[in-house]
Structures are given as C-alpha cells and as structure tokens.
C-alpha cells in the first residue's frame, strides 16, 4: 500500500474554497462510512490507512448526540493529512477530501452535490446512514461504495441493500475487531457484504475494488435523469413523518 503522509502538512496546501464549492466533480468515487458509538476509533483506524492522495472522497455519516459539541472533523483531522470538513448543503465532494455530518441532520448525494436535511419528525428512529446510502446508490449506481464501522443498532443495512440492488460494493468491520458489533452484525446478516474485516484493512480492499473495476459507467445503462430539488424535499417529509 501506498505510504501515508502524516497530518503535519501545510494547511495552506488545502483547498480553500471547499464550503463555497457548487461545481460538481461528477468521476469523483465517494466512499460513504456509517458509524455509531465506538466509531470514533474505527474510523482513526480507517484513515490511518488511506493514502492521502488515493482521488477518492469520502462521507462520513456517524449517529451523534444533538446536545454534544461536534469535534469530529477535528478528531479525523488528526488522523489523515486529507482536508476533514464538516458537511453544508450544496457542497461538491472533491477527491482527497473527507466530509462529515453535522449533528442532528441527515444527508443525500445527487449529482456529486451534498445536501443537508433537517429531521421533519421526532417520534421516527433517525436512520441517517440508510438515508445516505440509498441516495448515494441513487445517485451513483455501480460506482458507489459503503463501509459500515463499529456501532449499535441496525442502521446500514437498509443501505447496504440499496447499494448491493445498484450492484455497488460493500465492506464491513468484522464485528469481533468492534467495540459495539450492532451495526456490523447487522449489516453482515443480510448476506451482501463484498469484505469483512479489520477496520484498518478495508482500505486496501476498496482500493484493490476500485483498481479491478473498468473505468467509467457501463455503456449500455440508462442515462441519470436529473431530479429537482422539491423530489428530495418531498421524500425527504414522507420517510421522516412515516419513517419508511
């Protein structure tokens, strides 16, 4: 593997412009990370691994307490010498970039194009990584990758179905290298998952994934229709006030 840079670089190097990016990089390969309790840990371990210049984004979706102050950019930021930024609506993914969720807010992906939701209802079990990875395979069909860390409940697995329907590629944490197995189990027990194992090996993985794949779309798939703000607006209200 590729030697990792220490998070000593120059900040000045970063792009500067990422919270005021609306221009889209549509052959950017996103990697979506769901994570919950204990997952500050596993996603150290994850970045740890990657290769600071490996051209892929990724989106961090991890289940956090609205009442605590969010320091996860600034954790992740100690741990790769990519630019960690916290997520606002309208913001383009950039390869080498890492994107983390805001507190009590959910995420979709369209177009290359990352956009915040506000939760509609609280009586409904926020599912925020579902939420995303059922966009993501939306949005990117085959090219789309998930990776489930170490956390409790089932949310994932939902998604880990929509990506897997889009033939996407999935990895999991193996739940015994988890401080809380919940999420990994769950996302196991649907069958789909292309690699299981440490959380400091799935890079490797998706990028060996990655290098086996042929570059570009296949030509013989429908072409993406664009899709106006006020579908997701409205999906967005449905599967928040019924929680489907």
Same mark, same amino acid.
Request: charged share 15%.
């Given at each position: 593997?590729?030697?990792?840079?220490?998070?000593?670089?120059?900040?000045?190097? +970063?792009?500067?412009?990422?919270?005021?990016?609306?221009?889209?990089?549509?052959?950017?390969?996103?990697?979506?990370?769901?994570?919950?309790?204990?997952?500050?840990?596993?996603?150290?371990?994850?970045?740890?691994?990657?290769?600071?210049?490996? /051209?892929?984004? +990724?989106?961090?979706?991890?289940?956090?307490?609205?009442?605590?102050?969010?320091?996860?950019?600034?954790?992740?930021? %100690?741990?790769?010498?990519?630019?960690?930024?916290?997520?606002?609506?309208?913001?383009?993914?950039?390869?080498?970039?890492?994107?983390?969720?805001?507190?009590?807010?959910?995420?979709?992906? !369209?177009?290359?194009?990352? %956009?915040? !939701?506000?939760?509609?209802?609280? !009586?409904?079990?926020?599912?925020?990584?579902? +939420? +995303?990875?059922?966009?993501?395979?939306?949005?990117? /069909?085959?090219?789309?990758?998930?990776?489930?860390?170490?956390?409790?409940?089932?949310?994932?697995?939902?998604?880990?179905?929509?990506?897997?329907?889009?033939? /996407?590629?999935?990895?999991?944490?193996?739940?015994?290298?988890?401080?809380?197995?919940?999420?990994?189990?769950?996302?196991?027990?649907?069958? *789909?998952?292309?690699?299981?194992?440490?959380?400091?090996?799935?890079?490797?993985?998706? *990028?060996? %994934?990655?290098?086996? =794949?042929?570059?570009?779309? =296949?030509?013989?798939?429908?072409?993406?229709?664009?899709?106006?703000?006020?579908?997701?607006?409205?999906?967005?209200?449905?599967?928040?006030?019924? /929680? !489907?």
């Amino acid at each position: 593997m590729m030697e990792k840079k220490t998070s000593d670089q120059n900040p000045e190097s +970063f792009p500067t412009d990422l919270s005021e990016d609306y221009t889209a990089q549509t052959d950017v390969p996103i990697v979506a990370i769901g994570a919950s309790a204990g997952g500050v840990e596993a996603l150290t371990a994850f970045f740890n691994q990657v290769p600071d210049n490996s /051209g892929l984004a +990724f989106v961090v979706i991890q289940h956090m307490n609205p009442q605590c102050e969010d320091l996860l950019a600034e954790i992740l930021q %100690h741990a790769t010498s990519m630019k960690v930024v916290q997520s606002r609506d309208l913001m383009a993914v950039a390869p080498n970039c890492v994107y983390t969720i805001p507190p009590n807010k959910k995420m979709t992906i !369209h177009n290359g194009l990352l %956009h915040v !939701h506000d939760y509609y209802a609280v !009586h409904t079990r926020p599912q925020p990584v579902n +939420f +995303f990875f059922e966009s993501l395979a939306d949005d990117e /069909g085959p090219a789309s990758l998930g990776v489930i860390l170490c956390g409790t409940g089932a949310d994932g697995a939902a998604g880990i179905r929509a990506i897997k329907a889009s033939s /996407g590629a999935v990895f999991v944490q193996d739940p015994v290298s988890a401080q809380f197995d919940g999420m990994p189990r769950s996302a196991i027990a649907t069958g *789909l998952a292309d690699y299981i194992g440490a959380a400091e090996s799935i890079p490797d993985q998706i *990028l060996a %994934h990655l290098a086996s =794949q042929t570059p570009g779309r =296949q030509p013989d798939l429908p072409p993406v229709v664009p899709r106006r703000s006020s579908y997701y607006q409205i999906l967005d209200i449905l599967q928040s006030a019924t /929680g !489907h």
